[in-house]
């Protein structure tokens, strides 16, 4: 049983690391009010914005696909210009003080890994942390990004849009921020490529139901401003919304600690209130026992 100075001092420092707790959480909550209403307010259009991207590189395909059908009936595989594939890029953050979102988005990301077997690029040190500890032998290239909002981390993103640009298909994991207490893993593919064209094997017939465009200007310079300055627009917006979701997850992860503490501060101030009224009952009971001794 603690005795009444061991209650005190732990009473004194489980307040000091309440206070501190609390602290943090405004800080963290100050953040997440900064930054969620632009992002939630940016969603819709980037999803229009993916969604175009995704009509224009179909429109492309299909007008590549159309000169070369335009004389037989014989179904022609997509063609790409790019000599890698696919790779999926997982998004965390640095601290590791973020609640559960990064363990939710590894394990869709390596799900993904699984079953497509596509390149894998890591971002952040919890993503590292993950991979060397649940990952085995899994090969992967890494890139340090400070866990920062908004734009002023591009510099430091500058090498991994010139990784990720070598792609046909760029595929990203990261946390999306739904509520304080809820944050969901999310993946998205960053180059306009639908899930149904994903597959190596996969083939398009214009004759049978694909659509053909006539564009202004060309497919191909429409495809070289989209693949540049809007696919980096779109990466950007993972890292964004990882960021917003690291927030949020910490704010939950803080609010459980501040819980705990104070459940923690009324257990010990229950424990010596018990012991100062156990002292005064045995300091009665010293009383009692002396003036019974004296009245004999």
């Known amino acids: ?21 609390k602290t943090y959480e405004e800080v963290y909550m100050l953040k997440m009010y900064k ?9 819709e259009y980037y999803k229009r914005l993916l969604s175009l991207y995704e009509s224009m590189k ?17 179904q022609v595989g997509l063609i790409s210009d790019k000599t890698k594939k696919h790779v999926s890029v997982l998004i965390t953050g640095n601290d590791k003080f ?48 400070e866990e920062r909002f908004g734009m002023s981390n591009s510099k430091q993103l500058e090498p991994v849009m010139k990784h990720l640009m070598e792609y046909q298909d760029v595929r990203v994991f990261y946390g999306e921020f739904e509520n304080i207490l809820q944050q969901e893993a999310m993946s998205v593919s960053i180059t306009g490529e ?22 202004e200007p060309s497919p191909v310079e429409l495809l070289t401003f989209f693949e540049t300055q809007i696919f980096a627009s779109l990466f950007n917006r993972g890292i964004e919304e990882s960021v917003l979701a690291q ?50």
């Open 194 to 215: 639908m899930d149904v064209l994903r597959n190596k094997n996969e083939t398009v017939n214009i004759a049978e139901g694909g659509e053909y465009y006539l564009v």
């Open 35 to 43: 930054t969620r209403k632009s992002i939630i307010k940016a969603r």
């Open 98 to 145: 973020a609640g559960g979102i990064n363990k939710k988005v590894f394990t869709k990301f390596m799900e993904n890994n699984e079953s497509q077997h596509p390149d894998l690029v890591v971002i952040g040190k919890i993503g590292k942390s993950l991979m060397v500890q649940l990952a085995g032998t899994v090969k992967y290239t890494y890139f340090d990004v």
């Open 247 to 296: 927030i949020g997850s910490r704010v939950a992860s803080l609010e459980e600690s501040t819980y705990a503490i104070d459940k923690r501060l009324r257990l010990l101030k229950y424990m010596a209130l018990r012991n100062s009224k156990r002292l005064r009952n045995k300091k009665q009971q010293d009383l009692l026992v002396g003036v019974h001794y004296w009245s004999h």
């Open 1 to 21: 049983m603690q005795n009444k100075n061991t209650i005190k001092d732990e009473i004194e420092n489980v307040t000091v690391l309440g206070g501190l707790v």
């Open 58 to 74: 179909q429109a492309y395909k299909n007008e590549r696909l159309w000169a070369t059908q335009k004389d037989t009936k014989k």
